[in-house]
C-alpha cells in the first residue's frame, strides 16, 4: 500500500492534478498579467501572503512580477486546524509588519474553498484605507456556496471539490513541499 500511516489512518497521494510545469507557466502568466495591470499606477503594490499555505505560490509568482519597488508582506490565520473541513471561524496568529494605507494591496491565498478566510480578511484590510485591494489565488474550488464571494482578480486555477495538497497547501501540516498539485486520499490504515 502507498501513502503513510499517522494515527491510524492512511495517507496516500491518490493522483496528481496539476504537474509542477503547468503550474510555472501559469504563475508566469498571472505575474505577467499584475505587472501590465498595475504599469500605471504610481502607488505602492504590496503583495500580502496568508501564511502559511500561500508562501509556495507567493515565492515564485514576485519573481514573475516585473516593478522595481514591490514589497510584501504577510498575515497569519487559521480556519481548520487538523481537518479537511472549513470551521468559519478565522483566528489571526500574526498580522501585518507594514501599514497599508495609500498602498495597492494584493491579497494572495493558496485557496478559495468556503471563501470565509477571504471575506474575513478583505473586510479587514479594507478598513485600513487602502488605495485598492485585490485578491489572487492559486486555487478556487468549484463548489456550491449559499453566500456570493467577492470578487477574484486573479486564479491561477479552477479545481474540482476535492481535498489538494502541494505547491504549499497541506494536510496536518504535511504535503507543503510537493512540487505539484495533488488529490490527498485517507483511509482507515488495516
Ligand atoms: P476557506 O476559508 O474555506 O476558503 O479556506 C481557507 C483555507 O483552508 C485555505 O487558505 C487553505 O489553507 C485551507 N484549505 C481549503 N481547502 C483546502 C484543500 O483542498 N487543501 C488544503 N488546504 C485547504
Ligand atoms: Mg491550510
Known amino acids: 500500500m502507498d501513502g503513510i500511516v499517522i494515527g491510524g489512518q492512511r495517507e496516500a497521494i ?19 498579467q499584475i505587472s501590465a495591470d498595475y504599469a500605471g499606477s504610481d502607488a505602492p503594490l504590496i503583495l500580502v501572503g496568508i501564511l502559511r499555505g500561500a508562501v509556495v505560490f ?3 509568482l514576485i519573481r514573475a512580477i516585473e516593478r522595481p519597488t514591490l514589497t510584501i508582506d504577510f498575515i497569519a490565520v ?27 494591496v494584493i491579497l494572495v491565498e493558496d485557496i478559495i ?6 471575506i ?12 485598492s485591494v485585490r485578491i489572487c489565488s492559486f486555487l478556487l474550488k468549484e463548489r456550491p456556496r449559499d453566500y456570493p464571494l467577492p470578487p477574484i482578480d486573479y486564479v491561477g486555477f479552477n479545481i474540482p471539490d476535492e481535498f489538494v495538497i502541494g505547491y ?20 482507515p490504515a488495516e
Open 120 to 131: 474575513y480578511l478583505l473586510d479587514l484590510l479594507s478598513r485600513r484605507n487602502p488605495a
Open 168 to 187: 504549499g497547501l497541506d494536510y496536518a501540516g504535511r504535503y507543503r513541499n510537493l512540487p505539484y498539485l495533488g488529490v490527498l486520499s485517507l483511509s
Open 78 to 104: 487559521s480556519s481548520y486546524g487538523a481537518s479537511t473541513k472549513s470551521s468559519g471561524v478565522v483566528r489571526i496568529f500574526k498580522d501585518l509588519n507594514e501599514s497599508i494605507e495609500g498602498a495597492n
Open 58 to 60: 507567493m515565492a515564485d
Open 14 to 32: 491518490e493522483r496528481a492534478l496539476i504537474p509542477a510545469e503547468e503550474i510555472g507557466a501559469r504563475v508566469r502568466a498571472l505575474g505577467a
Open 113 to 118: 474553498d468556503s471563501g470565509l478566510t477571504l
